[in-house]
């Protein structure tokens, strides 16, 4: 039986970790390991450290999507589905605030 190829040592393995905790950006670590961007993404998700980048919009809000916004308006109007897709073709800004409206509303 062929012995597996191992990529990272565990001194590697703790290095790498080490460094992403440190707040260290993921390309700087893969070119201090000599390693692919990806290869340091997947080790650091085995070992259960990465996160993900959160996107955010230009305001610092997470980012939402007009189908979602849209989907929440038909449910708060029990719209049909072809009304809420129709719907989601709005303004982004336009649903938004139909949304906040919504749900500052008091029901009647």
Known sequence: ???KAVNYTPEQTAQVVADYLAGVAV???AETM???VR???AKLSREGVY???VYTSKT???VQKKDETADAIGRILNLSEAD????AKANKRALRAIFDALANSKPI
């Open 1 to 3: 039986m062929a012995e």
């Open 27 to 29: 390309e700087s670590i």
């Open 34 to 36: 000599g390693k692919s």
């Open 39 to 41: 290869s340091i993404v």
């Open 51 to 53: 996160q993900k980048k």
């Open 60 to 62: 610092g809000e997470p």
């Open 84 to 87: 809420t897709d129709s719907l």
